[in-house]
């Protein structure tokens, strides 16, 4: 199972939106809607923050958002803040295993 | 509130065995799942495994098959996980990371083992 593909980096100014894609297959992106996403500051564990594709957990700013379109789900943060440069990382479950994205990185102008 | 508490830093040589711990506490063990995710330095997230903390029963990605054993102790609310025969490539950190049983995503994590294979 191979990974998802994103793009390695994404950056935007203070109060712009920016929108992270993940290409999977019909065999995992494509194929539910079992997509959740994480961000991961430096040194940190990653932090749950999206879930079913575009669902938010409680306590997670309602400046992310999620959808998925085919094979391709994606994360979009609007209002971009300081504190949201980190790295991304989508994941899809693929009937196990459980595929990551590439991962993002993040940088806020 | 839910707490994961892995066990520290290790360093090990190539051929050797690594076992940690994750010891949660906030919630009940047996009712939901636990995985194993791992980084390598300046790589991306890589899952390992899966155990059912009420059954036991794993199952595990074939890239670790054979090497990798995931274990619970119900009486102390810890998870363990061991990989023997280390190479160089599984220097990595290792999480463990929670999911309500059949959901599909990882809602709390613990803080990560860094686990060292050098000669």
């Known amino acids: 199972q191979s990974a998802l593909t994103q793009p390695a980096s994404v950056s935007g100014s203070p109060g712009q939106s920016i929108t992270i894609s993940c290409t999977g297959t019909s065999s995992d992106v494509g194929r539910h809607n079992r997509v959740s996403w994480y961000q991961q500051h430096p040194g940190k564990a990653p932090k749950f923050m999206i879930y079913?594709?575009?669902k938010r957990p409680s306590g997670v700013s309602n400046r992310f958002s999620g959808s998925k379109s085919g094979n391709t789900a994606s994360l979009t943060i609007s209002g971009l803040q300081p504190e949201d440069e980190a790295d991304y990382y989508c994941c899809s479950y693929a009937g196990s295993p459980y595929v990551f994205g590439t991962g993002t990185k993040v940088t806020v102008l | 509130q839910v707490q994961l508490v892995q066990s520290g830093a290790e360093v090990k040589e190539p051929g050797a065995s690594v076992k940690v711990s994750c010891k949660t506490s906030?919630?009940?063990?047996?009712?939901?799942?636990m995985h194993w995710v791992r980084q390598a330095p300046g790589q991306g997230l890589e899952w390992m495994g899966i155990i059912n903390p009420s059954r036991g029963n794993t199952n595990y990605v074939q890239k670790v098959q054979g090497r990798v054993a995931m274990t619970r102790d119900t009486s102390t609310s810890t998870v363990y996980m061991e990989l023997s025969s280390l190479r160089s490539e599984d220097t990595a950190v290792y999480y463990c990371?929670?999911?309500?049983?059949?959901?599909?995503?990882?809602?709390?994590w613990g803080q990560g083992t860094l686990v060292t294979v050098s000669s």
């Open positions: 079913e594709v575009s």
């Open positions: 906030g919630y009940t063990f047996t009712n939901y799942y």
């Open positions: 990371a929670r999911e309500p049983i059949d959901t599909f995503y990882f809602d709390y």
